[in-house]
């Protein structure tokens, strides 16, 4: 079974990604028919959604052989990554851990529960990847682990603990959140820039030593360059809101402005 995530970050190739909120699959499809894109990410932490409408994005996904992830909410993330796996969702990105032991906790549920996996994960009777039907219940173990699971680093603690976080067997990879760990630091990300970077720079020379790939968030294709040139080559290009923010913002004041109307 196919998982082109999966498939790029074994075989280490460059893996780009953008984020969305809609749960309309024609979202999901543009994005898609770019065949530009490894997979999508749904922001499931933000948006509002239902498990159908997890199914549907998955479903337009594998139209275009696309992987999907989402990104869940800390309070009940159990529930909401195993809903995601089971209607055909490839990946889970975690948020606000913040110690290898909370890690390793959280992965157990995304885990099977076989004695060799000793995970929590049973048999889900779902839909699953195009609604595969497996032959066996050790089949379905062996697929789900290929799922891919990435945890947020956001929290100081966890840039604090970000050696041990890496080498949780199961992380696939990373990505460090400035605007929560400004906050939970006691500033403003624009107040100090260079605190916030080095963090980055910290959190991403980590993941690479212990073979974890980092990813990051670009706005526009012009921030890679600094990047690339540490290592990276995962990244998740643009957000579906801020995109549309920002272009009706810009297009918009500059139409006012040949109007004489600007704002």
């Known amino acids: 079974m196919k998982n082109r995530f999966r498939e790029k970050l074994t075989n280490k190739q460059p893996i780009m990604a953008t984020r969305i909120n809609s749960t309309w699959p024609m979202v999901a499809e543009v994005v898609g028919a770019t065949g530009l894109y490894d997979y999508v990410e749904f922001l499931g932490e933000y948006a509002p959604y239902s498990q159908v409408d997890l199914e549907n994005i998955a479903r337009a996904c594998e139209l275009h052989d696309m992987s999907c992830i989402i990104k869940v909410d800390y309070a009940n993330r159990a529930y909401v ?48 990847y195009k609604n595969e039907h497996f032959a066996n219940q050790m089949t379905y173990a062996s697929e789900v682990t290929k799922c891919v699971m990435g945890f947020m680093i956001e929290k100081v603690d ?21 605007a929560d760990f400004s906050m939970n630091s006691g500033f403003n990300a624009k107040e100090e820039v260079e605190k916030v970077r080095e963090a ?21 294709s012009d921030e890679a360059e600094r990047y690339i040139k540490m290592g990276v080559t995962h990244f998740a290009l643009g957000s579906e809101l801020r995109i549309e923010r920002v272009y009706w913002t810009e297009q918009g004041n500059d139409l006012l402005e040949q109007l004489g109307q600007q704002k």
């Open 158 to 178: 966890a840039v604090k603990n970000i050696e041990e976080i890496c080498q949780v067997p199961g992380v696939d990879f990373i990505q460090f959140g400035p």
């Open 81 to 128: 990554a195993q809903k995601a796996l089971a209607s055909g969702f490839q990946g889970i990105l975690f948020t606000d851990h913040t110690t290898a032991k909370e890690v390793e906790d959280t992965l157990k549920n995304v885990i099977p529960a076989t004695p060799q996996l000793q995970g929590r994960l049973g048999f889900v009777n779902r839909r699953f």
């Open 200 to 220: 980055e720079e910290k959190v991403i020379r980590t993941a690479l030593k212990y073979g974890v790939s980092p990813r990051v968030e670009l706005n526009s």
